[in-house]
């Protein structure tokens, strides 16, 4: 992959992928798991950079859609607890993604992958809190969510 990732093409690639190989990336336990799995490699060469496992662990629970809302305010739509979103900012690796995973399979949001592409591959406090202040930036009908 170069230096500049394209998340999109790497979702266009996953849509693409046969039914049994989305199969074995959908049941890796931890991101660090995905090295031992062949249809990761098919998806991103052998760059194995950990930023591209944690992008390949949640990519089989977020759809593409161009100009789709940030994560946290699909999260917030779907009426995910903040409880279980503060699971994963106040968890560490891989502990915090395994709990994005988790509310990305409940939520099965349609996500911009140019926006959560990044935000995965260079995962950081900064990134777990604007995930959060997009979760509080959508309204919501019942305050005590």
Known sequence: MSDKPDFVALWQRWSELEPGRKAELRRVRVPGDLTEVPAFYRLIGADTRHGWRRVVYCLPWAE??????PLGASFAQAKVSEK???????????????QLRRLL????????WTQLGP????????????????????????ADH
């Open 105 to 112: 399979q409940q939520a099965r949001p349609k996500v911009d």
């Open 64 to 69: 593409h859609a161009s100009g789709a809302a």
């Open 119 to 142: 935000q995965l591959y260079w995962w950081s406090d900064d990134n777990k809190r604007r995930l959060l202040e997009d979760f509080y930036r959508m309204p919501r009908a019942v």
């Open 84 to 98: 279980r979103l503060f699971q994963v900012i106040r968890s560490q690796e891989p502990n915090d993604l395994i």
